[in-house]
C-alpha cells in the first residue's frame, strides 16, 4: 500500500499542473478553511463562497508558496485575509468563483431527495442556537472553536 502524499508532494505536483494533487490538498483541507470563513463570515452561505475562492486563489498563486509543507497554515492565512476584505468591503459572494466554469461532475453530486421536513426543521432551530452561541464570541475564539470541532484541533 502506497503512503499518502504529504502536502509538500502534492504541492509540488500541483505546481507542475496535476490536478488531481490539488484537489487532494482541497479535500483535505477544505474543512479547516471553511471553518476559518464560517467563524469570520458568521453565514454558511458566504463561508462555502469565500472558501471555494480561497481554493481558487491557492491553485492560481500556488507558485508563490515557496515551503509546500506549510500549505495549511498559508491556506488559512488566505482565507483570514480575504475574510478581512470581504467584511470591509461588505461582499456578500464571491465574483471571482463564477467566473469560472464548474463541470457537470460538480452537480452529480448535489443529492436530488430532499431531507425530512421535521429533521430539516429540527436541524434549523439547532444551528440557529448554535450560531447565536458562536456570535458572542469574537472572530479570533470563533475560528479555535470551530477549528476544535470541524478539525479536531486541539
Known amino acids: ?10 504541492v509540488c505536483q500541483a505546481r507542475q499542473g496535476e490536478t488531481a494533487a490539488f484537489d487532494g490538498l482541497v479535500e ?12 469570520r463570515l458568521r453565514g454558511p452561505e458566504p463561508a462555502q ?8 486563489r491557492a491553485w492560481l498563486n500556488i507558485g508563490k ?10 491556506i ?26 464548474m ?8 443529492p436530488a ?11 434549523s432551530d439547532h444551528d440557529q442556537r448554535l450560531q447565536a452561541a458562536l456570535l458572542k464570541l469574537d472572530a479570533d475564539e470563533r475560528e479555535i472553536v470551530m477549528m ?3 478539525e479536531q484541533v486541539s
Request: aromatic residues 8%; hydrophobic residues 45%.
Open 1 to 10: 500500500m502506497k503512503p499518502e502524499a504529504t502536502d509538500g508532494e502534492l
Open 28 to 39: 483535505r483541507h477544505f474543512d479547516a478553511v471553511y471553518a476559518v470563513a464560517l467563524s
Open 49 to 56: 463562497d469565500l472558501a471555494q475562492e480561497v481554493f481558487l
Open 65 to 74: 508558496l515557496k515551503d509546500g509543507h506549510k500549505f495549511a497554515p498559508w
Open 76 to 101: 488559512c492565512r488566505i482565507c483570514r485575509n480575504l475574510s478581512v476584505n470581504w467584511i470591509r468591503d461588505g461582499v456578500r459572494r464571491s465574483k471571482l468563483v463564477r467566473m469560472v466554469p
Open 103 to 110: 463541470s457537470d461532475q460538480i452537480h452529480d453530486n448535489i
Open 113 to 123: 431527495a430532499a431531507p425530512d421536513p421535521a429533521q430539516a426543521a429540527e436541524k
Open 148 to 150: 476544535h470541532f470541524m
